[in-house]
């Protein structure tokens, strides 16, 4: 995954469908072209097909089963996902839990598949263990208790930035070092609350190779500054951090 990296999840607002997801969506491509920042967006499942038919950026889901084409009554294979241009998967939000065994078994489909995988971790422990047997593309840290609170994760609980990327960072070389399964490092994004332009350059201070955002997007009033908001932001703090001689965590 390149990073640093802007990831919108859609969630299931009444914004996230049809023509306003599909501007949203428009929008996000827009400030990836003007700015070099990679964003990813992920929109319902139900509107995914529509979305990455009319857009160049890459379109994630928000969640993916860990089936093959196959006779499962209302389920989302993840080899269809693919097949209509998915570039990856979220996995285990706090929204849509799953077992340890189906993140696992999802991150190996997914990288069988050259898809990427972002799975989510509501505390350090989880973290490293979904980093250790799961091997994701990117960790998400996402305090439950301020998702779509308003009040930042870099602002209230900074700590859990510091700790997960401190955590993950140490697994994903280990396995750098000793699994030929591996080859590219696991990137640790922050997510819950994000609302302004600080808590974004805020979370990449404390370590963070990238931001999840919902609410802050999906109900402005403008998503198209916002979004531009928080990529410039984003791409400041971390040449900043580049620039302060700061090593990548
Ligand atoms: O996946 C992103 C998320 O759970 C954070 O939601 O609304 O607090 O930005 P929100």
Redesign the pocket.
């Known amino acids: 995954m390149r990073i640093p990296v802007l990831v919108i999840?859609f969630k299931t607002y009444r914004t996230s469908y049809g023509q306003s997801g599909l501007s949203i969506a428009k929008s996000a491509e827009k400030v990836a072209l003007e700015t070099g920042l990679n964003i990813v967006i992920a929109p319902p499942l139900l509107e995914t097909s529509f979305i990455v038919k009319n857009v160049g950026i890459d379109v994630y889901a928000q969640h993916a089963e860990p089936l093959y084409y196959g006779a499962y009554t209302g389920h989302t294979p993840i080899e269809a996902l693919r097949d209509i241009g998915v570039r990856g998967v979220i996995v285990n939000?706090?929204?849509n839990q799953i077992d340890l065994k189906s993140i696992i078994r999802i991150s190996e489909i997914a990288r069988s598949m050259g898809l990427g995988v972002i799975a989510?971790s509501d505390s350090t422990g989880l973290a490293e263990i979904i980093a250790k047997h799961a091997m994701p593309d990117a960790i998400?840290l996402?305090p439950p208790e301020?998702?779509?609170?308003g009040i930042a994760v870099s602002k209230a609980r900074p700590e859990i930035i510091i700790e997960g990327v401190k955590a993950v960072k140490q697994v994903s070389k280990h396995m750098l070092q000793n699994t030929e399964r591996v080859s590219r490092d696991i990137a640790v994004l922050a997510?819950?609350?994000?609302s302004s332009r600080e808590d974004v350059a805020r979370a990449i201070e404390l370590g963070a190779e990238g931001v999840?955002?919902?609410?802050?997007i999906m109900l402005s009033k403008s998503p198209e500054s916002v979004i531009m908001d928080f990529a410039q932001s984003m791409l400041k703090a971390w040449d900043e951090r580049r620039g302060s001689g700061v090593k990548r965590a």
């Open positions: 999840n939000h706090s929204e989510c998400a996402e301020l998702i779509g609170s997510g819950a609350g994000i999840l955002v919902a609410s802050a």
